[in-house]
């Protein structure tokens, strides 16, 4: 059931349960470039060009015009980033699903399946959350689909360093041989499953696996409704030496 997702769409508006933080919105039209509205923050600039790799992003108003090539890198980089990401595409009515369509990673192909087939051959690093909504526009059809970090079916174990000295990448060939976030606990709070994977923005290694509240708790104080995790006994930032740098005392970390 879509209705107990934290983030849904209704009545074609993105509505957010308390507590989940806030949420980036993409948009593929037919043929120009991505629009993409994320939430206001210092270094998005630095974000989209470092980590996302896009040589010179482009903000107009409130909105990044970005190669249309940035895609599913900018989807991977915002479910890390968010939890969630909320992707607008426009696609031909006579469409139809291809070969690449079945070997897309989940957003990469213009088809009329609305990403149901995307993937199938092929691991991604996120998945669909929830149906697909429509919207009828002639010649056209628009569709939205929340997306979500990869879960796993296994147990959940205690994270010890899998991923320790690895660079942290957005691209399908960076992330190889990589495991799921999901089949961790949460470095941080050790309570629940982790969803995403946190890296240092200062040296760019992979730190550790964390759940969406805590990946986000410095965003704006510990306030729960804004989806921070409340201070508690059981915080713990040690994962932080999984960034080798930092323990080998070259320079602080940042969260």
Request: charged share 25%; hydrophobic share 35%; with cysteine.
């Amino acid at each position: 059931m879509t209705d107990h997702l934290p983030v849904r769409i209704v009545g074609g508006r993105v509505v957010t349960e308390p507590g989940t933080g806030p949420v980036a919105m993409v948009w593929l039209p037919l043929h120009e470039h991505v629009i993409a509205k994320i939430p206001a923050r210092k270094g998005n600039r630095r974000w989209l060009h470092e980590t996302v790799r896009i040589r010179s992003p482009e903000l107009n108003g409130d909105r990044w015009d970005l190669p249309r090539n940035c895609l599913v890198r900018l989807v991977t980089a915002a479910v890390d980033r968010y939890g969630f990401v909320v992707v607008w595409r426009d696609m031909s009515k006579l469409s139809r699903c291809t070969r690449a369509c079945l070997e897309a990673t989940g957003v990469e192909c213009d088809c009329s399946c609305l990403g149901a087939h995307h993937g199938q051959d092929s691991e991604s690093w996120f998945e669909r959350v929830g149906d697909a909504v429509v919207a009828d526009l002639g010649e056209r059809t628009r569709t939205a689909v929340v997306y979500g970090t990869r879960s796993s079916d296994v147990d959940a174990v205690v994270y010890d360093g899998q991923l320790a000295g690895e660079r942290y990448r957005v691209d399908r060939a960076g992330r190889l041989g990589w495991p799921a976030a999901a089949q961790f606990m949460c470095a941080s709070c050790m309570s629940v499953r982790a969803t995403v994977w946190d890296h240092c923005h200062t040296h760019g290694f992979v730190r550790a696996p964390l759940c969406n509240r805590c990946n986000t708790r410095h965003w704006g104080g510990w306030k729960p409704q804004n989806g921070r995790a409340v201070i508690s006994r059981n915080f713990d930032d040690s994962y932080y030496r999984w960034c080798p740098e930092h323990i080998d005392g070259w320079g602080p970390c940042s969260a």
